[in-house]
Structure formats: structure tokens, C-alpha cells
């Protein structure tokens, strides 16, 4: 069964302090990974998509990597800003039709002052 | 500006009532899409259209249905036959299919169910 897992389900840290989210999937056949950002009560946003050939792909202060191999991949914050305070989803997209994308349940992270 | 468009934001409905959410797209994308959004788990198809006139059931299109009688506008009707409708409602869109393509959402809507 086509499943992605995100731990941890929230995450508290200080402001300025890095952090690094974990997404485990069991997807087959693998097309990209793609990480949201999604503000309370907001549309998520997409903050970067990874094809099979890719193991890191940053956006600004977040860094993306990705290990085929073993079906992991992780979204590292650097100095965080209360502006991050949101919950982050992996997303990974099978390649057995269009529009088969498996969302994780998401990360909830907070940054406090 | 570009982007998607849904309203309402918040929507109230009594139980034996359809509703209809917009969703409107000045992106000039092809394809839309309608998630619900339940807490803790993660976000599950409705529906889909590639194209003018034609539309796909997703994974939980029971109680649900849509048209797409122009390309800007997908618009979703929860039918007194979706049995917990109480949600948050995402539209999408993309270039093309979602294998490659990224996808650009609208802002919600908040439906509940009194």
C-alpha cells in the first residue's frame, strides 16, 4: 500500500534555532517528492519538488534532501523565524497514473520568541 | 495578480442542505482539483478535470459533485449525501497533470455543518 509517514506530528523550537523534519514513504513506482508549507487556516505552498535523480534541492533557509534508496527524505530548517510557524507536508507522486499523489498527515511546527 | 480564488471562506450549512464552493483560476492552467482537508490525516481527492467538460472522480467523490463548463471555474456541490462534510475544502490547479507539474492552491473554505 502506498503510504508517506511524517514524524515527528509536531515540533516545537526556538526561534533561531535549525530543525530537520523526516518523511518516510513506501510509494511504487517513485515520480518526485515534493514538500508544502501550510499556514493555519491557509493553501499550502510549495516550498520544493525532487525527482529520482535529485539528493538535495534548497529554497532559501529550507534544504531538502532526498535517498531513493531507502525511501527517506527530510526538510532542514536553518535559523528559524516565527514566520515558519506552520505545518509542513511530503508529498509523493506515483507514476501510475496523473494524479496519484500520497500526502503525509504533515508536521506541525512551532517556533517560539 | 495571479492565483485561485475559493469562496466563501467559512460556509455554515444545515444538515439536509447542498452547498456550493467556488473555486476560480486566472493562472490559465488546465487541470483543477478539489482536496478535503480533515485533521491529522492527510489531504484526499474529490475531484479532478484535465479539461473543458470532462472531470474525474478522485478517492472520496461520494457526496460530492463539480462541473467545468469554462476553464477558469471548478465548482464543487457538497449534496446532502456526503455524510460528514464538516471540512476544509482545498482547489488546485497545474499546468498539466500532477506528475511532474506543481500545483497552486487557493486559500480554503471552512465548511461546517450545524
Known amino acids: 500500500k502506498n503510504q508517506v509517514e511524517q514524524s515527528p506530528q509536531s515540533l516545537i523550537i526556538l526561534e533561531g534555532k535549525n530543525c530537520t523534519l523526516q518523511?518516510?514513504?513506501?510509494?511504487?513506482?517513485?515520480?518526485?517528492l515534493r514538500w508544502y508549507k501550510q499556514d493555519t487556516g491557509r493553501g499550502p505552498v510549495s516550498l520544493t519538488i525532487m525527482t529520482f535523480s535529485e539528493n538535495t534541492k534548497s529554497n532559501g533557509r529550507y534544504t531538502a534532501t532526498l535517498d531513493a534508496d531507502t525511501k527517506q527524505s527530510s526538510l532542514h530548517i536553518t535559523a528559524s523565524q516565527l514566520s515558519d510557524s506552520a505545518s509542513y507536508i511530503c508529498?509523493?507522486?506515483?507514476?501510475?497514473?496523473?494524479?496519484?499523489?500520497?500526502w503525509g498527515a504533515g508536521t506541525k511546527l512551532i517556533i517560539k520568541p | 495578480d495571479g492565483g485561485i480564488t475559493q469562496s466563501p471562506k467559512y460556509l455554515f450549512r444545515k444538515e439536509g442542505q447542498n452547498v456550493t464552493l467556488s473555486c476560480e483560476q486566472n493562472?490559465?492552467?488546465?487541470?483543477m482539483y478539489w482536496y478535503r482537508q480533515d485533521p491529522g490525516q492527510g489531504l484526499r481527492l474529490i475531484y479532478y478535470s484535465q479539461i473543458v467538460n470532462d472531470f474525474q472522480k478522485g478517492d472520496i467523490a461520494e457526496g460530492y459533485s463539480v462541473s467545468r463548463e469554462k476553464k477558469e471555474s471548478f465548482p464543487l456541490t457538497v449534496t446532502s449525501a456526503q455524510k460528514n462534510p464538516t471540512a476544509f475544502y482545498l482547489c488546485?490547479?497545474?499546468?498539466?497533470?500532477?506528475?511532474?507539474?506543481?500545483?497552486?492552491f487557493g486559500e480554503g473554505s471552512r465548511l461546517t455543518v450545524l
Open positions: 488546485a490547479s497545474s499546468i498539466g497533470g500532477t506528475t511532474t507539474g506543481e500545483l497552486f
Open positions: 518523511c518516510n514513504y513506501t510509494v511504487s513506482p517513485f515520480s518526485n
Open positions: 508529498v509523493v507522486t506515483t507514476m501510475d497514473s496523473n494524479y496519484q499523489l500520497i
Open positions: 493562472l490559465n492552467h488546465d487541470a
